[in-house]
């Protein structure tokens, strides 16, 4: 632990704000501990974060009372937040998403300069042995950093040279009191089995094992930052508003197009990088290489990589776009962001601008997103055209078809796709008309 205060001592500066995620077990109550003894000799404030999870696991209260008093006793100041409710199937992923939120808020209110963590070099093991055995990325193999650079602050983990047997002995030397959540023994978590059925075994053959996989992660985290900078170069030129040009993709060696689509991933999840693995990555580099014109995956955290044409789009899953029919009177807002205006004049003749006679067309004219089985009869074309069809024709991407405008009459009959066709009804400039329509 001396090491650790050394460089907690070296790190923080005169007037320094510190976050200290503290959940009053072992590992945080000895960082807090550690942290105020740095304080005896800088002039530094310490914020105190505590996260109730709500678990129904007894003593969480009790916990909270404890780092809540104990604070008070200490001149720390004292934050708390308790998660009321969870809705992820990920219970462990949910939690982690809301602590750290937590934790921004109060970097952000009290604009402190680091955010410490307990995470130690047990920790840093398990996480290791899991990527590897789950598959993960080279960033993610490496497991967590010392260090993690963030917008306006840093991550700490002043820990992870020190074991959980050093923390336990320096707890015990400065009496300090700490609460064990018994959930740590339940071998229903992945962490769990691994912490009690290997990380014994390999201490046996090495005590100071946990140093070897620090420097492991050191250097796998070395070597992803080096390669990074050959993938930034080739990420700014194919891939650009979270589009990636696959004509340009496809001309890359496999090393380096499949890094790029990890670092697309890195980006994306950034500190839930752990739910992605190299399945993943393999789903979407065999996306890349598929001779379907439309295709897409589902990823975790409803993130969707649709495939359209020549391009790779990555994008938040949106909720089911619910099915609309609205009447066109004198302006409508459209689902997709765009409009449908009834103007007074203009002199163009494209497919953004429809003109319609009551001799031809019953009114009131409605606008609404396709049906199934929608058919068009094409100005200038003898017979009728799926909608489908011309969507695939002018290259719509999929995302955007279902939400694309469709005016209709009062029979139902389609008269118009904005922007990409006429109907049969649509009357020229020189010729009688009643309506004129323009799309934007």
């Excluded at 934790?103 to 952000?108: D, G, M, Q, S, Y």
């Excluded at 689509?261 to 290489?289: G, N, P, R």
């Excluded at 029919?325 to 953004?352: G, R």
Aim: proline share 2%; hydrophobic share 35%.
């Amino acid at each position: 632990m001396n090491e650790a205060y050394k460089y907690l001592d070296k790190l923080i500066k005169n007037d320094d704000t510190v976050v200290v995620a503290t959940s009053g077990g072992p590992d945080s109550m000895a960082l807090l501990h550690l942290v105020m003894q740095v304080r005896k000799q800088k002039n530094m404030q310490i914020i105190c974060a505590h996260v109730n999870h709500n678990t129904g696991r007894i003593g969480q209260q009790e916990e909270q009372e404890y780092v809540k008093n104990y604070c008070e006793k200490n001149n720390l100041i004292f934050e708390t937040m308790k998660i009321e409710n969870y809705s992820d199937d990920n219970f462990e992923n949910e939690a982690r998403n809301k602590r750290y939120e937590y934790f921004n808020k109060l970097i952000k209110k009290y604009n402190a300069s680091y955010l410490f963590t307990a995470h130690h070099g047990d920790d840093l093991i398990e996480t290791i042995l899991m990527r590897i055995v789950r598959g993960s990325s080279l960033k993610g193999y490496a497991g967590f950093s010392k260090e993690t650079e963030k917008e306006n602050y840093k991550i700490i983990r002043p820990l992870i040279e020190i074991t959980k047997e050093d923390i336990l002995k320096y707890n015990e030397e400065n009496n300090i009191k700490y609460f064990i959540d018994k959930t740590n023994y339940d071998e229903h978590y992945t962490r769990n089995r691994y912490r009690k059925n290997i990380l014994p075994n390999l201490k046996m053959e090495d005590k100071n094992v946990h140093l070897k996989f620090y420097k492991f992660s050191k250097l796998l985290t070395e070597y992803n930052n080096y390669i990074d900078k050959e993938i930034k170069n080739k990420k700014e030129e194919i891939y650009l508003n979270n589009v990636l040009d696959l004509d340009k993709f496809k001309e890359l060696e496999y090393i380096i197009a499949f890094k790029l689509i990890y670092s697309i991933l890195e980006d994306i999840y950034q500190e839930d990088l752990f739910l992605i693995t190299d399945v993943h990555a393999s789903m979407i580099y065999d996306l890349t290489l598929s001779k379907r014109a439309n295709t897409k995956i589902d990823l975790p955290n409803n993130l969707i990589v649709i495939k359209t044409y020549n391009k790779l789009k990555f994008s938040q899953k949106k909720e089911e776009i619910q099915d609309y029919e609205i009447e066109i009177i004198d302006y409508v807002k459209l689902p997709n962001n765009h409009q449908i205006e009834v103007i007074e004049s203009t002199d163009s003749d494209s497919n953004y601008i429809c003109r319609l006679s009551k001799d031809e067309v019953l009114f009131p004219l409605y606008v609404r997103n396709r049906k199934h089985g929608d058919k068009i009869e094409v100005k200038g074309l003898n017979g009728s055209k799926k909608v489908n069809d011309i969507f695939i024709n002018s290259k719509i991407d999929v995302d955007k078809r279902n939400t694309w405008p469709i005016v209709i009459d009062s029979r139902g009959i389609v008269v118009w796709l904005p922007g990409l066709k006429k109907s049969k009804f649509d009357k020229t400039k020189d010729k009688n008309y009643d309506i004129i329509l323009k799309y934007q």
